[in-house]
């Protein structure tokens, strides 16, 4: 009899399991779940950076590089120097040079999407990297949660009404 | 496989030759069946994106284990010299029309093994790719994102501007063919290496 | 053109044999079917998951998503492998895709609903149900690649192990209908289902029978975590389409030919017409079948063997023995 209860049980959990809540989240034309200080593309503020290049010597995979700013690139306020270029397709999103940085001139945002048809493209000049990372039509702003730890469900996430992308 | 161009003729053959073109790309863009090459943890984050909470099976994916009936090689994680053999060897296996995503920097670059003596510096020296992700290892998201854009890649392969195309598209659509980005020039790249 | 030949053709358009031909269980039938349950097959086993499925492709849950699959098999090359057998590995997949077709003749719809008439319609359908090892054997040996030779090689083990329960289990039904023909089969259930009459027999019947059209948890030979896809391995661009075409036309004519045997067929309360009755109960059981395919892991393949030597056979066997009993010492049953 065991044998019977044991063969229809799957089946039975099958069938209950078609009728529970999706768990899908219908990405882009849902807001995404991403956890606060996650760590995505990186924003670079050219009026702070007093180019000390703590930020290249301390990148694990080499892929900040100074280059040389001119001022038809964009910045014409800023004084000629060098700032940080990044080269997304080696970035290991790690953020030493957010949290080495003094004078907070590099900062993490959740931009994930980055992808591109060309290698090439995945090198961010300074000018590039210090635009706000424009969001496409469809993506809409990622939901921002925090950790919540309760007695009754455990770990989960808890909406955050404060969305931090407002500077 | 793509539909030959029509250079010269009357309006009407082109118009039909770039309907079908347009069936074929979105019959091609809707039912992208992947197979993927890994070599290291960015796998696991591909495994997050065809499971239940991203569900890339929404727009069409299905995972198939023979690479003769796929459409998409994933490469994911870091490909060494010896290992790109292989990697040529399973992009050669795979029938046309087919579409190559480098997921992660590690395919890409080479990322923090960089410096090693033993790793390629990038998947595209060895076969052709379509779309690059970064990330380390790239987020679901990230992946779905480059799943569209790939779509939108394929919704403009080989169509000539004018007929079917929405205007908004057209100038693109014109360097697009200027830079003759069809799959046929990509095979024959791959060949010469 | 002359008149004589728009009538000729106006009888032919009107004909009963082209109106089974062309809509049910013809053409239309085998499209439709194939194309809705491979969608509702994706789409089941996605909200097993509890996850969508196909949702974006044609706006509304991805319905136009089997018709994109089709199409884009069609505009996909295909290449023989170098050391194939050219002529057999172009062949096979369009016997593969029209001979399980044959099966459909022989099943009664209505009373006076079959494509071929037959006092031996069972015999029919089984004869057309062990060809399809044959035909994976030919694929497989065409192919000349080690997965599917392997692959080729447990059809026909699976398949000997599963058809002999099959028509073992099938001959209880015969003996207490008393005819090999399935309109007389169907009629003679009018006062109770055979599937409560022998429940064991259609128990028997049911599991040889997911192993027969090779679904899991019986998909044995085209295992993909061992083979990489069986004896479909070589297999790209509408070759593959014509072989997963065949294999879902094998699932149709194998659920169909257990509503007949077991579950009356056509009949069914007078308010729908007997074909919706076949339809709705083949309906169910499809979606059993596909529930069971998210329920199960695959077997193995001495596992199964196991299953059908030491188990399934004795078990037809026993059925066969208590059926002659009832028929011997209760005869009113057979509502005599």
Redesign the interface.
Known sequence: MSVVVRTLK??C???T??F?????????FQA?V?EDDYRGRIQFFPERCISCGICESVC???AIKLVEVKELEGFSEVKKFKKPQL???????CNFCVDYCPSEALKSTWL????????SK?TYTPYKLSKQPERPK??PKPKLVKLEISKVRGAGHAPLKKERGKK | MSLRKVKRGPKVIKTLNNLIQYVANWARLSSLWSVHFETGCCCVEFMAVSCSRYDWERFGTLPISSPRQNDLLVIEGIVSKKMAKRVKHMYDQLYDPKYVIALGNCSITGALFKESYSIVKGIDKVIPVDVFVPGCPPRPEAQIHALRMLQEKIRKENLESGAIVPKNNSESLEEKTGQKSTHSNKNKKSQEK | MSPDLWSLIWDILQSKLFLELVFIPGIAFIALFTVIVVWAERKILARVMMRYGPLHVGKVAGILQTIADTLKLLFKEFIPPRRAHKAAYYLTPVFVASVPTLALTAIPFSKDWVVFPSDLGLLIAFAVFALSPLLAMITGWACNNRYTVIGSLRVIFQDVAAEIPLLLSALGVVMLSGSFNLVNIVESQRRLWFAFLQPLGALVFFIALIGEIERVPFDIPTAEQELVFGWKTEYGGILFGLLMFGEYITFAAGTLLFVTLYLGGYLGPSFLPPMAWILIKMGILVFLLILIRGAYPRLRIDQLLSIGWKWLIPLAILNVLVTMDLIYFYPWILGG
Do not use: Q
């Open positions: 799957p089946l959990l099958a069938f399991h078609m529970r809540r999706v768990f899908t989240i219908k990405y882009p995404p991403i694990p995979t080499a080269d997304f397709g080696r970035c290991c999103f994930v999407e980055l992808a591109e048809y060309e290698k995945l469809l993506l």
